[in-house]
């Protein structure tokens, strides 16, 4: 049967608004691209923000994607400090996005101030549903793609173009090598921002059905 702990609701109303749900996509070539990068580096190439001002407010959606072949991560970073504010709840599941930032920071110095005070912002999901939350549906995982399709069976990833990580660098290689024509650039795109939009959107949704399970 699922299980929801009654320590749940603790966990979340350490939660600050605004609340920033996001999710960053990136790549990890084997041959290093840019200055400063080593065999297998993560890059990252997009990310994507759901916002919810306040209580009951529907959340506002920003995004990013580079779609050329140029060093993605200076704009990377740039367009995610003018979207996030400088106070709220910064939303993600696992620490990835966490890592992705501290890598950004030893590239480029200049932001490591900023971006110390973004991670000191982070909310991580992944640990409070572990702890607090079982669905036999979840079939022994806690990934985003086992616990959405549980806990919110209308939101799904089936049937999208990009559905996975995976899938979203393969598109995104696609997008930057070149050759491909405005129609095709375009599904790509739409494909890609499709699926990030989702991670977000799923994350928001998540704590919004967390607050209202009782335990």
């Known amino acids: ?16 608004y605004p ?31 759901h916002v919810q001002r306040e209580p009951a407010a529907e959340p506002e959606h920003y995004e990013f994607l580079a779609t050329d072949d140029a060093d993605p991560r200076r704009e990377f970073i740039t367009s995610l400090f003018g979207a996030l504010g400088e106070s709220g709840s910064i939303v993600v599941y696992a620490p ?19 971006i110390k005070t973004i991670q000191g912002r982070l909310f991580d999901l992944l640990p409070v549903v572990r702890n607090h939350v079982y669905h036999p ?3 022994g995982s806690y990934s985003l793609k086992a616990v959405l399709p549980a806990l919110v069976p209308e939101m799904s990833y089936d049937g999208m173009a990009v559905a996975n990580g995976q899938d979203a660098g393969l598109a995104w290689e696609s997008l930057i090598r070149g050759g491909l024509d405005q129609v095709e650039r375009n599904r790509i795109k739409t494909a890609l921002l499709d699926y990030c939009g989702q991670d977000t959107l799923a994350l928001f949704t998540l704590v919004e059905i967390l607050r209202t399970t009782p335990a």
């Open 137 to 139: 549906a979840f079939a």
């Open 96 to 114: 990835f996005e966490s890592q992705r930032l501290s890598e950004l920071a030893a590239w480029l110095p200049e932001f490591a101030g900023l």
């Open 1 to 16: 049967q699922p299980w929801f702990s009654a320590e749940l609701g603790k966990e979340l109303e350490t939660l600050r």
């Open 19 to 49: 609340l920033y749900f996001t999710d960053f996509e990136s790549v990890n070539p084997a041959v290093p691209r840019f200055a400063g990068m080593r065999p297998f580096d993560q890059l990252p190439f997009q990310w994507s923000l």
